[in-house]
C-alpha cells in the first residue's frame, strides 16, 4: 500500500492526466495535470463549468454523483505515508486517507455544517474518525485558536445556526487542519464573506499552510485572490489546464488567450478609466431623483436609517455596501419593488405617489441580481420583454413588437433572441434580456441591483460595458448598486457608501478613491483583493 | 440561484419512462373495458345486464352467475362506468378547487396585510381533520346515497390536500424575481397567477393529478363496496364486489374479476404518476438510464 | 417564554380550535337532516304524542346554538348521545368497540412502523441496486391499491381459494373479546399493514436520500468517517420529523382505514359500527364516531408536529421569542 516516492519530484500531490466523464458519457476533464509541493498554494482558476471543482475533489478520490472516473492517476506523497494513485486505493484505505492526509475545505460551509450537531463534534469527529494519538480535547482547542476562534465549553457547544458565515467558514478550515495534513483543498471557501471577512480567512489560510507545510489546492474564480494568496496558478476552461505557472509568470505575460481574456476581465480599481464628466450638485438644476430622510424598519430591525440621495440626469451612482447593509432595499424602495415607512421620493421634482403612475413606473426601471430567476422559465424572451409594454404603454402588438426586437438589438442580442426560452440561454445573455426589458419602457432612471454577481468575471465585464455603451447611446442615469468597490472606476461618477442603513460617505470616484473620509471606506479599500499585488 | 425545474415537454418526457408506458398500457386496458364492455357484452354472453341467467351462485357461463342470477361476466364488462366517471369529476373538481385555492394562498403568504392564506389553510386544516372515506360517510348518512353526492364530498375533501401543495409550489415561484417584475409593471394578481405562476408550477400539479385520481378510484369503489355508494340494481364494480363475496368460496369471478380490474387500473395510474413525479424532480435533463 | 413552548403552545392551540370547529362541522351536518330526527328514531308507527315527548326529552324544540352547547358539553363528560337503532346510549353501544379497533390499530402499528423503517432506510442505502428498484416497484404496486382490493387478494390467498389456514371473517360469537380468538385478528392486520407500509417505506426511502445528498454528508464522508457514522450520526438525525409526520399521518389514516376494513372482516369495531350507523341513518351515532375519529386525527397530527419541532436544535436553541 505504501511506496516510497521514487520518481522524486517533491510534490505532494500530482495529478496527470486525470479524466472523468459524467454517466451519460459526455467527458467533462479531458486530462488535467497540476502539482503542488510542500508548504505551495496552487491556485486552480477558472469559471462557473470549468470543472476546476471536480478536478480538485479528486484529489480526495472523490466524484460526485452522475460523475465517473475514466482516467488518469492522482499520486501522494505525504510526510508520513505515500500512494502510488489514489484513485485505485480500496474504499476503506481511501476513508483512511480522507480527512487524515488529504482534507476538504467545502465553498458554503451553510449546507456543509451539519445543522443537528455542535460545533464541538463536528471538529473532533475528524479526529476520533482518524484514530488521533493525543488529547482530542486540546487539539480541538488548538486547531480552534489557530483559524481565530473562541475556544470555551460554550462555543463548542453551539450549533451551526448560531454562528456568522465567516465563524462557520472557520470551523471548516479548523476541521480541514485537524488532523494536520499533507494536503489540503480549500472550494472557493470565501464566496459570500464580505471583504474584510475575505482577508481574515485568507490570512488564516496562508499562514496555517505555511507553518505546517502543507500543500493547499486553492479553487476561486476571482484573480484578484490570487495575485494575493497563491505560489502558482493553474488556469482551467471547459475540462482543461490551458495556462499553469508562478503567479507572477501568468498574471503578468499571460500566454493563453483565455487567460488574457480573464485578467483584462477582472475590475481594478488602480486602472484609469477616460469618462466624460457629468454635471453634478447644484450647477446641474434639478436632481432626476431625490431622496430624503428614507428610512425601513422590519420589526425591532432598522434596515434604513434616514437616506438622503441624489441622481443627477446622466450620471451613474455606485450605490455600495456590503451584505446587509440596506442596498437592495433601498434599491428596491427607489424602484417601488416595495414601500418605505418613512421619507419622501422626488422624481424631477415631482413626488412619487404610492403606487406609482404608469408614467412613473415607466421613468424609473429595476433590473434585479440574477437573470436565472428575473425571467419567466415559461415565455419566450420576447414575451418577457413584452410585459412591461403592454401594461404601462398604450403601444399596439406591432408597436410593441417592433420596440422589443429594436430593444434587443439595443442589447447586442440578434432578432433570433426573440423566440427562444431563457432555459437555452447562458448567464450573460439572460442579463442582457433583462437589462432590455428594463430599458424598453425608455426609463429615465435604470436602478441596477448587483447585476453582475451572480456572473463570471468575463461575463461581468461584458455587461459592465453594455450597460456603459446604453447609458452613452440613451443618456439614461444609473444607481448602480455593488457590494465590489473595484468597479467603481469602470462604471461610475460617483459613489455613495452605506453602511449599516446610513451613507457614510458619498463624492465623486476620484475623491472617494483618492482620500476617502470615512474609516469604513479605507477599511474597504485596504482589504479589497487587488491583482496589484504581483505588480 | 437555479431556477425551478421547468416542466416544459414534462408528459413528453415522463412517457420515455418504461414505468410511465406500462402504466398507461394498464390503465388503458382497463378503461378499454369499461367503455366497450357495456357494448360488447351482451353481445359476448348473450345475456343483457339485468337479464337472469340462471340460479344465484351457479358456475354456469364462462365466470358464473351472481347473488340474483345474473351473469357475472357481462355485468362486470358493464360496470367500469360510474367508478372511472365519478372518479374524473372527483378528481377535477379537487384539482381545479385546490390549484386555486393554494395559489391564492401561496401568493398572499407574502403579504402581512392580507389574511387570505391562513383563512384558506386553517380551513384546510379543519377538512383534513376528517379521513377522506369518514367525511363521505357522514355526509351519505345526513343526505342519502348518491353518485353526484359522493363525487362532491370527495372531490371538495381533496381540496385542502391539493392546495397544500399547490401553495408550496407557489410560495417558491412567487418568491421568484419575475413574480416580482410582473408586479413592478402593474400586472394585476390574476393575470400574476395565470401567466407567471400556474405555468411553472405544472409538475407538481400534475403529480396531484394523478395522485387523486388513484386515491378517488378507491375512494369510490371502496363506498360502492361498503353498500352505500352506487345503488342497485346498477353494475359496478365496487357494488358487485360486495354483492358477491359471500359466494367467494364457490363463484370466485364474481369477486375477483372486479377486484382486479381496479387493482390493475389503480396500479396503472399510480405508475404515471411516480413515474411523473420522479421526471419532474429531475432537473438534470438527461435521459434516463 | 422560549421559542420552543412558544411553538408547542401554538400548536396546541391550534389544535384546540380545529376541534372545536371540526365539533361544530359535525354538528351543524345533522341540521341539514331532512325531517323529524324524533320521528327517525321511533318510526313511521309512533303516536304523536310519543314524537312530541321524544322531542321534548332530546331538547329538538330548543334553538340549535343551545342544543350544539348542550352535545357538546354531553361529548366532554362522555355522553355521546342516543342510537336509534339500539335504543340505547351511543356510549355503551361503542364501549367494547373502541377497544377492538384499538386493538388493531396498535397491532398494526407495532408491526409495520419497524418494518416499514428498517425497509426505506435498507433502500436508501442501497439506491439504485436491484433490490431498491424490486422494493420501490412492489411499495409502488401495494401504495396504489385499495384497503379492500388488498384485503380480497389476502382473503382468497390465505381462507378460500388458495390455501384454507385463516379465518375469512371474524369468528368470534357477540359478547366475546376479539383477542379470544388470535387468528381472526391476523388478516385485517396484515390488511391494515399491507396498505401503511409502502407509503412508509417510500417516505422514509425519499427523506434519509435526500439527506445523504446534502453538502454535510458529503463533507462528512470527505473528513473520513466510517460510513455507519455517515449515516447515523449525519442522516438519519436529519429524517426523524418527517418520518414521524409520516408515521402520524398513517397512523391517523388508519383510523378511516379500519372503517373498510372492518366491513370486509364483519370485525366488531367502531368503523362496522359506522357503517350500520350510516346504513341504518342512526344520527347521533355517526356523529360520534366521526367527533372521536377526527379527535383522534388531530391528537396524532400534534404528536407528529410536536416531535417534529423538538427534534430540530435550530427551535430548541433559538434564542428568546422571537419570530
Known amino acids: 500500500m505504501s511506496s516510497t516516492n521514487e520518481a522524486g519530484t517533491g510534490c505532494t500531490i500530482e495529478c496527470s492526466g486525470l479524466r472523468v466523464a459524467t454517466t451519460g458519457g459526455r467527458e467533462v476533464l479531458h486530462g488535467v495535470d497540476y502539482a503542488v509541493a510542500p508548504g505551495e498554494i496552487l491556485a486552480l482558476v477558472g469559471e462557473s463549468g470549468s470543472g476546476k471543482t471536480t478536478a480538485a475533489l479528486a484529489a480526495l478520490g472523490h466524484f460526485r454523483a452522475g460523475l465517473a472516473h475514466t482516467g488518469g492517476s492522482i499520486r501522494f506523497d505525504g510526510h508520513t505515508e505515500s500512494h502510488e494513485d489514489l484513485l485505485t486505493l480500496p474504499a476503506a484505505t481511501l476513508r483512511g486517507v480522507r480527512g487524515r492526509l488529504v482534507s476538504y475545505v467545502p465553498q458554503d460551509p451553510a449546507l456543509s455544517l451539519n445543522p443537528l450537531l455542535r460545533i464541538g463534534t463536528q471538529v473532533s469527529e475528524v479526529l476520533v474518525a482518524h484514530g488521533y494519538d493525543g488529547d482530542v480535547d486540546e487539539r480541538v482547542r488548538e486547531v480552534l485558536t489557530d483559524v481565530g476562534l473562541d475556544c470555551d465549553e460554550s462555543f463548542l457547544h453551539r450549533y451551526p445556526h448560531q454562528l456568522s458565515g465567516g465563524q462557520q467558514q472557520r470551523v471548516g478550515i479548523a476541521a480541514a487542519f485537524a488532523n494536520r495534513p499533507d494536503v489540503v483543498v480549500l472550494d472557493e471557501p470565501t464566496t459570500g464573506l464580505d471583504v474584510t471577512t475575505q482577508d481574515l480567512v485568507l490570512d488564516t489560510v496562508r499562514d496555517l499552510v505555511t507553518r505546517s507545510r502543507t500543500a493547499a489546492l486553492y479553487i476561486t474564480h476571482d484573480l484578484a485572490v490570487v495575485a494575493g494568496l497563491a505560489d502558482r496558478v493553474a488556469v482551467m476552461q471547459a475540462g482543461e489546464v490551458v495556462e499553469a505557472g508562478t503567479v507572477r509568470q501568468v498574471l503578468t505575460t499571460p500566454e493563453h488567450p483565455y487567460t488574457r481574456s480573464l485578467i483584462a476581465a477582472v475590475p481594478d480599481l488602480d486602472r484609469i478609466v477616460e469618462r466624460d464628466t457629468v454635471a453634478s450638485g447644484a450647477d446641474a438644476g434639478t436632481p432626476l431623483l431625490q431622496v430624503s430622510g428614507a428610512g425601513k424598519s422590519y420589526g425591532r430591525a432598522t434596515v434604513l436609517d434616514g437616506i438622503d440621495l441624489e441622481l443627477w440626469p446622466g450620471e451613474c451612482l455606485m450605490l455600495l455596501g456590503e451584505s446587509g447593509s440596506g442596498k437592495t432595499t433601498l434599491a428596491r424602495g427607489l424602484a417601488g419593488l416595495l414601500d418605505l415607512d418613512t421619507g419622501s421620493l422626488a422624481l424631477r421634482g415631482e413626488p412619487l405617489t404610492t403606487p406609482r403612475s404608469y408614467v412613473q413606473l415607466r421613468s424609473v426601471q429595476y433590473v434585479f441580481q440574477s437573470p436565472f430567476a428575473s425571467l419567466n422559465p415559461r415565455r419566450t424572451v420576447a414575451g418577457s420583454l413584452e410585459v412591461p409594454l403592454r401594461h404601462l404603454t398604450d403601444l399596439d402588438a406591432p408597436a410593441r413588437r417592433a420596440r422589443v426586437v429594436d430593444m434587443l438589438g439595443q442589447v447586442r442580442l440578434d432578432e433570433t433572441f426573440a423566440g427562444r426560452y431563457p432555459g437555452g440561454l447562458s448567464g450573460g445573455e439572460r442579463q442582457r434580456a433583462a437589462i432590455a426589458r428594463a430599458l424598453v419602457t425608455a426609463p429615465d432612471v435604470l436602478v441596477c441591483d448587483e447585476v453582475t454577481s451572480a456572473l463570471d468575471v468575463s461575463v461581468q465585464a461584458a455587461i459592465v460595458d453594455l450597460l456603459a455603451t446604453v447609458r452613452r447611446e440613451l443618456g439614461t442615469a444609473m444607481l448602480f448598486v455593488t457590494h465590489n468597490i473595484a468597479l467603481a472606476r469602470e462604471v461610475a461618477d460617483r459613489i455613495a457608501v452605506l453602511q449599516g442603513g446610513r451613507i457614510v460617505e458619498q463624492g465623486t470616484v476620484e475623491e472617494v478613491l483618492a482620500n476617502p473620509q470615512h474609516a469604513y471606506t479605507r477599511q474597504l479599500l485596504e482589504h479589497t483583493p487587488s491583482m496589484a499585488a504581483v505588480r | ?289 | ?323
Request: proline share 6%; hydrophobic share 55%.
Open chain 2, 1 to 289: 440561484m437555479s431556477a425551478p425545474a421547468v416542466p416544459a415537454g414534462l408528459l413528453r418526457r415522463t412517457f420515455r419512462r418504461r414505468q410511465a408506458r406500462i402504466g398507461a398500457v394498464l390503465t388503458l386496458v382497463v378503461v378499454a373495458v369499461a367503455l366497450l364492455g357495456p357494448v360488447l357484452g351482451p353481445l359476448l354472453t348473450g345475456y343483457g345486464v339485468d337479464d337472469f341467467a340462471g340460479r344465484p351462485f351457479r358456475p354456469d357461463g364462462v365466470a358464473g352467475t351472481d347473488d340474483l342470477g345474473r351473469d357475472v361476466l357481462t355485468r362486470f364488462l358493464a360496470g367500469g362506468g360510474p367508478v372511472l366517471l365519478y372518479a374524473l369529476a372527483a378528481t377535477a373538481i379537487g384539482i381545479v378547487g385546490g390549484a386555486i385555492a393554494g395559489m391564492l394562498a401561496g401568493y398572499s403568504a407574502g403579504d402581512r396585510t392580507s389574511r387570505l392564506d391562513s383563512l384558506i389553510m386553517r380551513g384546510g386544516d379543519v377538512l383534513l381533520s376528517f379521513p377522506q372515506l369518514v367525511l363521505a360517510l357522514l355526509a351519505v348518512a345526513v343526505l342519502g346515497s348518491s353518485g353526484w353526492l359522493l363525487v362532491l364530498v370527495i372531490g371538495i375533501t381533496h381540496i385542502p390536500r391539493v392546495a397544500r401543495v399547490a401553495r408550496q409550489a407557489t410560495l417558491s415561484v412567487a418568491g421568484q424575481d419575475y413574480v416580482l417584475a410582473a408586479r413592478m409593471y402593474g400586472v394585476p394578481r390574476r393575470r400574476i397567477l395565470a401567466t407567471e405562476v400556474l405555468p411553472n408550477i405544472t409538475g407538481p400539479l400534475m403529480v396531484e393529478l394523478g395522485l387523486r385520481l388513484t386515491y378517488s378510484i378507491g375512494y369510490v369503489a371502496s363506498l360502492s363496496f361498503l353498500g352505500l355508494g352506487v345503488q342497485p340494481p346498477a353494475a359496478d364494480w365496487g357494488l358487485q364486489i360486495n354483492e358477491n363475496r359471500i359466494a367467494l368460496i364457490v363463484t370466485p369471478w364474481g369477486v375477483l374479476l372486479p377486484v382486479l380490474a381496479i387493482a390493475v387500473l389503480t396500479v396503472g395510474t399510480n405508475m404515471i404518476t411516480d413515474a411523473l413525479a420522479k421526471e419532474s424532480a429531475d432537473t438534470t435533463g438527461e435521459a434516463p438510464a
Open chain 3, 1 to 323: 417564554m422560549s421559542l420552543l413552548t412558544t411553538m408547542i403552545m401554538k400548536r396546541l392551540l391550534v389544535s384546540v380550535l380545529v376541534l372545536l370547529v371540526v365539533s361544530l362541522l359535525i354538528f351543524a351536518a345533522t341540521l341539514l337532516l331532512p325531517g323529524d330526527p324524533a320521528r327517525a328514531i321511533l318510526g313511521q308507527q309512533a303516536t304523536p304524542e310519543r314524537v312530541a315527548a321524544l322531542t321534548e326529552q332530546l331538547g329538538l324544540d330548543r334553538p340549535a346554538w343551545e342544543r350544539y352547547l348542550s352535545w357538546l358539553g354531553g361529548v366532554l363528560t362522555g355522553d355521546l348521545g342516543f342510537s336509534a337503532a339500539t335504543q340505547g346510549p351511543v356510549s355503551e353501544l361503542l364501549g367494547g368497540r373502541i377497544a377492538a379497533s384499538a386493538l388493531l390499530l396498535v397491532l398494526t402499528a407495532l408491526i409495520s412502523t419497524p418494518v416499514a423503517l428498517a425497509l426505506g432506510t435498507w433502500a436508501a442505502t442501497r439506491r439504485g441496486t436491484r433490490t431498491d428498484s424490486a422494493l420501490s416497484g412492489a411499495s409502488l404496486v401495494l401504495a396504489a391499491l385499495p384497503e379492500f382490493v388488498i384485503g380480497v387478494l389476502l382473503v382468497i390467498l390465505f381462507a378460500t381459494s388458495v390455501l384454507q389456514i385463516l379465518p375469512s371473517v371474524t369468528i368470534a360469537r357477540p359478547g366475546e373479546p376479539v383477542w379470544a380468538r388470535p387468528e381472526q385478528l391476523v388478516l385485517p392486520v396484515l390488511t391494515l399493514a399491507l396498505v401503511v407500509i409502502p407509503y412508509v417505506v417510500r417516505m422514509t426511502r425519499a427523506t434519509l436520500s435526500e439527506a445523504l445528498d446534502a453538502g454535510f454528508v458529503e463533507m462528512a464522508r470527505l473528513k473520513g468517517l466510517p460510513e455507519r457514522t455517515v449515516l447515523v450520526r449525519h442522516a438519519v438525525p436529519h429524517t426523524i420529523g418527517p418520518v414521524a409526520q409520516v408515521l402520524a399521518l398513517q397512523l391517523a389514516w388508519l383510523a378511516g382505514g379500519v372503517v373498510v376494513v372492518e366491513f370486509l372482516f364483519r370485525y366488531p369495531g367502531v368503523g362496522q359500527a359506522l357503517i350500520d350507523a350510516v346504513a341504518n341513518r342512526d344520527v347521533q351515532v355517526v356523529q360520534a364516531i366521526t367527533l372521536i375519529i377526527a379527535a383522534f386525527y388531530v391528537l396524532v397530527n400534534l404528536a407528529a408536529d410536536v416531535a417534529g419541532i423538538l427534534a430540530d436544535p435550530r427551535i430548541r436553541h433559538a434564542s428568546g421569542g422571537g419570530a
